[in-house]
Nanobody, 119 residues
Framework: QVQVVESGGGLVQSGGSLRLSCVHS????????MAWYRQAPGKQREQVAN???????YYVDSVKGRFTISADNDRNTGYLQMNTLKSEDTAVYYC?????????????WGQGTQVTVSS
């Protein structure tokens, strides 16, 4: 059974930094893509960033230049480095992992980690 666990959230002042981690386990397939999503109260979940198996990355415009996604597939771990945090970054952050050859179209989700940025 695949498990995805996020950590690293917390309370930080505006302008501060946090690094989120995503550890996944239980799959025999190679990672196709890892993504970070967030959901703020009263808003829809949005994709913040993703990284594929060859290292191509995507960022939503609102975090470009501030967030960096990375993955260490040997350690089944991904990261989201978040710098220059703003109050609008406050949300629950979720990690999603997709694997080659695993016919799960939505990938696997963690339970989320809360990020709160105080102004």
């Amino acid at each position: 059974q695949v498990q995805v666990v996020e950590s690293g959230g917390g309370l930080v002042q505006s302008g501060g930094s946090l690094r989120l981690s995503c550890v996944h386990s239980g799959s025999t397939f190679a990672v196709y893509r890892m993504a970070w999503y967030r959901q703020a109260p009263g808003k829809q979940r949005e994709q913040v960033a993703n990284i594929n198996s060859v290292g191509d990355t995507y960022y939503v415009d609102s975090v470009k230049g501030r967030f960096t996604i990375s993955a260490d597939n040997d350690r089944n771990t991904g990261y989201l480095q978040m710098n220059t945090l703003k109050s609008e970054d406050t949300a629950v952050y979720y990690c999603n992992v997709e694997y080659y050859g695993d016919y799960n179209p939505s990938g696997y989700w963690g339970q989320g980690t809360q990020v709160t940025v105080s102004s």
